[in-house]
C-alpha cells in the first residue's frame, strides 16, 4: 500500500465525515430553531400541498432567481443541472452493479462537464464586469468559483486528454466503502481532481454551501400562509399567554 | 426645500452604477434617554456595549429560525443587488440588499461561525467596533423593511428581518431610533401614535359627524367605546386628522352606515398601527398589540376590521392570532381580523353598496400596492387577493382605471420609499431618492393616460406621497385613500 493511498484514504474519510456531521449538525440547528412568527413572502401558497409545489419550483427551476435576473439564472441552472448529472454518474464510481439509470446519463455526460464550465464562467464574469456584483464579492466567493472550476477542468482533462485508470479508481472507492483499501492510482491529474473534491466536501459545512440544506428551511418560502385560520405559535411567541388579559371581571 | 438634487426621472428606468458612500450621512435623531425608557431600552450606549451587543445578536439569531438560514445562505449571486429602491435612488452599494445584510452578517461570522473565528479576511467578517455599530445606525436606518428582495433572492432571504434584528441590537445596547421609538412610546402611554386623548379624539369625530351631514344630509355616526358593537375598527390614527387619511375615514362610516352594520372606534385602543415591528422588538409589538385585545373584549363586539395601514394590516393579518389570540371570542364566520377592503368588496359582491361611479369622473387612477400588504399578507382567500381586491373595489367606484407597469405593482410593487420606521423628516432627502421607481413608473401612467389620482391603502404611503410628489413635480393632493374613492361613490339611504 502507498503512502499516497493512505493519505487519500484518509482524507476523503475525513472529508466524508465534516460532510455528513457538519451537514446534519447545520440542519439539525435548522430545524431546532423556532420560527415565532409568519413570514412566508406573500402571495403564499395557503395549503402545505401547494408550499410543496412552491418548494419543488424552487429547487428545480428556481423559480424565484428566473423572475429576478435571467442572467444569473441561466449560468446558475445550467452550472447546477450539470453538476447534479456529473454527480449522479459518479456514482458508478461507489455502486456494483451500477445503478441502473446511471448509464442512461452517458448522452449527457458529454456536455455536463463543459456546461458546468461555461456556467461557472458566466458567474464569474459577472463578479468582475457587473460593478454591483463585484462590489459584494468576497476572496471567498473567488476561492469557491476557482474550486468548482478546478474540479470541472480537472475531470473533464481526465476525460478527454489524460485517462486514468477507471477499473483502479473504482476499486479504491469500493475499497474505502468496504474497508478493504485498494491501490489509488497515482495520476496527478487525477490527485488534483480527488484533493480539490475533497476540499469542497469539507468546506461545504462551514461555507456559502448552506444554501443547499437552507433553502429547504427558509420561512419565507416553506411556511403556509394560513396565520387567521390557524393560530401558529413556536418559540417566544408560544410562552405567550393572553388567558388573563382583558378578560372581564 | 432641502440641500439635495431630487434624481431626474429618466424615459426608461436605469439601474445605477455604484456609487460609494452617496448616503453615508442620512442617519436618523438618536433617542433620548426618556425616550429609550417608554420603551424599555437603556438611554445612552451601555458599557461593554460591543460585547453585550454580540451576545444580543447570537441570542436573536437562535430564537429566529429566519435569521439562523439568511445569515448562512447568501451565496452572493447579485440577483437582489438592483431590487431596492433605495439603492435605485441612491447609488449607494451599501443598499443593496445582500450589501446591507453583509453589514451584520458580517459581525455574525466573526462570532459565531467557524470560518469568521478563524479566516475573517477571506469571508469579510468583522469585529463589532464604534464604525460598525455607527454604520448599522446608518444603513439599518436606509431600509423601509418592504420585503421586494426576499421575493427575488432564490433563497427568499428577507433584508426585512436582518434589519429588525440589527435594530433590536441597537436599541439593546442603547442607541435607539428617536422617530420609531417616541411613537411606541406614546402609544404606550396613550393608545395612539399621534398621543391623541380620548377628548381630542371624541372632539375630532362628532366635527367629522357635522361635516358628512353637511355634505350629504345624512347622520353618518362615528361611534367611540360604543359597548355591543358589531364591528371594532381598528385604523391607523392618522385616518383621524391627516390628509388624504380622512377621507378614507369617511370612506369606512359611510360603508359601515350603509351596510346597516354596528360599528365603534375604542379610545383605549386607537391605533392600528404597531411600529414595534420596525425596531424588531417583540416584547413591545405584544404590548401595543394587546390593547386591541383588551378593547375587544371589554366592547364586547363580534368582529374586528382593520383600517388602511400596510404595516399594520401585516401585524394584524400575520401576527394577531398569535400574539394576542386566540380569538375564540369572536364571530368565526368573518376572517379576524378581516381588512377593511375585504369587508367593502364582500358588500359589493352582494350588492349591499349602491356607487356611483361618475362622482369620480373627475379623476383617472392608478394604485399603488403597499409594500407590508402586496408581500406580506393576504386579503380574501386566495393567494394573491391583496392585489385583486383594493383593485376591483377602485373599478366599482371609478371609470379610469390603469395600473402602472407590471414589474412595479403587485409583488414586485415599490416601496412609497417612507415604510418601515423613516417617516421622518430627519431622513427627507432618502425618503425623496427613495421614492424614484414608485415615481418612475407614475410618471409613465400620468403620461401615457393621464392619471391624476394616486390611489393608496396604508398611512404611510398617504404621508411619504404626500411629502414626497412635490419633489417630482406632482400636486401633493393627488394621493388618496381607497376608500376615499368609495366616500365619493357610495350613494347613502339609497335603498330606503
Ligand atoms: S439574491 Fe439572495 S443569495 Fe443572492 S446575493 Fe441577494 S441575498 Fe444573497
Ligand atoms: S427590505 Fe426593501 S428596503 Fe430593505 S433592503 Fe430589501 S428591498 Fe431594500
Ligand atoms: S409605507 Fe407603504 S409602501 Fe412603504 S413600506 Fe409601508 S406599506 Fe410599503
Redesign the pocket.
Known amino acids: 500500500m502507498s503512502l499516497l493511498t493512505v493519505i487519500y484514504a484518509l482524507l476523503f474519510y475525513a472529508a466524508t465525515a465534516l460532510l455528513a456531521g457538519g451537514l446534519a449538525y447545520k440542519i439539525w440547528v435548522y430545524a431546532r430553531t423556532p420560527q415565532p412568527l409568519k413570514i412566508p413572502t406573500t402571495p403564499a401558497p395557503t395549503t402545505r400541498l401547494g408550499v410543496a409545489v412552491r418548494m419543488v419550483k424552487e429547487v428545480t427551476v428556481f423559480e424565484s432567481l428566473f423572475k429576478s435576473n435571467k442572467w444569473i439564472w441561466l449560468f446558475g441552472w445550467v452550472f447546477h443541472l450539470c453538476l447534479l448529472v456529473e454527480l449522479l454518474w459518479h456514482l458508478r464510481y461507489f455502486t456494483e452493479p451500477v445503478w441502473f439509470f446511471v448509464p442512461l446519463l452517458h448522452w449527457f455526460i458529454v456536455f455536463t462537464g463543459f456546461g458546468m464550465l461555461a456556467g461557472l464562467a458566466g458567474l464569474w464574469a459577472r463578479r468582475f464586469l457587473v460593478d454591483r456584483v463585484r462590489y459584494i464579492s468576497g476572496p471567498s466567493d473567488h476561492l469557491m468559483l476557482a474550486l468548482l472550476v478546478g474540479i470541472a477542468a480537472s475531470g473533464l482533462t481526465m476525460k478527454y486528454l489524460v485517462h486514468t485508470d477507471v477499473v483502479a479508481l473504482k476499486a479504491f472507492f469500493l475499497g474505502l466503502l468496504y474497508f478493504s483499501w485498494q491501490p489509488l492510482p497515482a495520476d496527478p491529474v487525477l490527485l488534483a481532481h480527488l484533493a480539490l473534491v475533497s476540499i469542497l466536501m469539507m468546506v461545504f459545512p462551514v461555507s456559502k454551501l448552506l444554501h443547499a440544506p437552507g433553502v429547504f428551511f427558509s420561512p419565507t418560502r416553506n411556511q403556509v400562509d394560513n396565520p387567521r385560520e390557524r393560530r401558529w405559535t413556536a418559540g417566544w411567541s408560544a410562552e405567550i399567554d393572553n388567558s388573563k388579559i382583558g378578560r372581564p371581571g | 426645500m432641502a440641500n439635495f438634487e431630487t434624481p431626474a426621472l429618466r424615459e426608461y428606468p436605469v439601474i445605477p452604477l455604484v456609487q460609494e458612500g452617496t448616503m453615508a450621512h442620512s442617519r436618523p435623531f438618536v433617542a433620548k434617554p426618556d425616550i429609550q425608557a417608554s420603551v424599555g431600552f437603556p438611554g445612552e450606549l451601555v458599557e461593554n456595549w460591543e460585547q453585550k451587543a454580540v451576545v444580543k445578536l447570537g441570542e436573536l439569531v437562535s430564537q429566529s429560525r429566519a435569521l439562523q438560514v439568511f445569515l448562512d445562505s447568501c451565496v452572493k449571486c447579485g440577483a437582489?443587488t438592483d431590487?431596492?429602491?433605495?439603492?435605485l435612488g441612491t447609488s449607494d452599494p451599501k443598499?443593496m440588499?445582500v450589501a446591507?445584510q453583509d453589514l451584520l452578517r458580517s459581525v455574525y461570522r466573526r462570532y459565531y461561525t467557524f470560518a469568521g473565528k478563524y479566516f475573517p479576511k477571506l469571508v469579510g467578517a468583522r469585529d463589532m467596533t464604534k464604525d460598525v455599530l455607527d454604520e448599522w445606525y446608518t444603513y439599518f436606518h436606509?431600509?423601509?423593511?418592504?420585503?421586494?428582495?426576499?421575493v427575488f433572492c432564490p433563497y427568499g432571504i428577507?433584508?426585512?428581518e436582518i434589519?429588525m434584528a440589527a435594530r433590536d441590537v441597537m436599541d439593546h445596547v442603547g442607541m435607539g431610533q428617536k422617530y420609531s421609538n417616541e411613537i411606541i412610546g406614546k402609544l404606550h402611554k396613550i393608545g395612539n401614535n399621534l398621543g391623541l386623548p380620548e377628548p381630542a379624539l371624541r372632539d375630532t369625530l362628532e366635527g367629522l359627524e357635522e361635516d358628512v351631514k353637511d355634505a350629504t344630509g345624512v347622520d353618518v355616526k362615528f361611534p367611540v367605546d360604543m359597548k355591543g358593537a358589531e364591528v371594532l375598527l381598528i385604523t391607523p390614527s392618522a385616518d383621524f386628522f391627516a390628509e388624504p387619511h380622512i377621507d378614507g375615514l369617511i370612506g369606512y362610516a359611510k360603508v359601515f352606515h350603509a351596510a346597516g352594520i354596528s360599528w365603534t372606534l375604542s379610545s383605549y385602543a386607537s391605533e392600528a398601527a404597531n411600529f414595534s415591528m420596525f425596531i424588531g422588538s417583540h416584547d413591545n409589538l405584544h404590548k401595543v398589540a394587546v390593547r386591541i385585545r383588551q378593547a375587544a373584549l371589554d366592547l364586547g363586539v363580534k368582529r374586528i376590521v382593520v383600517g388602511e395601514c400596510g404595516h399594520a394590516w401585516r401585524v394584524a393579518y400575520s401576527f394577531w392570532n398569535t400574539l394576542i389570540g386566540p380569538f375564540d371570542f369572536l364571530d368565526q364566520n368573518y376572517p379576524v381580523p378581516q381588512h377593511i377592503c375585504e369587508f367593502t368588496y364582500d358588500l359589493i359582491q352582494r350588492g349591499a353598496l349602491t356607487l356611483d361611479k361618475t362622482a369620480n369622473d373627475d379623476k383617472v387612477v392608478t394604485f399603488h400596492d403597499s409594500?407590508n400588504v402586496a408581500r406580506a399578507s393576504r386579503m380574501g382567500n386566495m393567494p394573491g387577493g391583496q392585489f385583486v381586491i383594493p383593485r376591483e373595489i377602485i373599478k366599482a367606484c371609478v371609470n379610469n382605471f390603469y395600473d402602472m407597469p407590471a414589474d412595479t405593482i403587485g409583488e414586485s410593487t415599490f416601496?412609497c420609499g417612507g415604510g418601515?420606521g423613516l417617516l421622518t423628516d430627519d431622513l427627507v432627502e432618502l425618503r425623496v431618492k427613495?421614492a424614484l421607481p414608485r415615481m418612475q413608473a407614475l410618471q409613465q401612467v400620468v403620461d401615457e393616460h393621464g392619471v391624476n389620482y394616486l390611489a393608496a391603502i396604508c398611512a404611510i404611503c398617504k404621508s411619504q406621497f404626500t411629502k414626497v410628489l412635490p419633489y417630482y413635480k406632482h400636486p401633493m393632493d393627488m394621493i388618496g385613500s381607497v376608500h376615499g374613492l368609495v366616500s365619493n361613490a357610495i350613494v347613502l339611504n339609497a335603498k330606503q
Do not use: I
Open positions: 437582489c431590487k431596492c429602491h433605495y439603492y443598499n440588499p446591507r436606509q431600509c423601509s423593511q418592504c420585503r421586494r428582495c426576499s428577507d433584508t426585512a434589519s409594500c416601496c418601515g427613495g
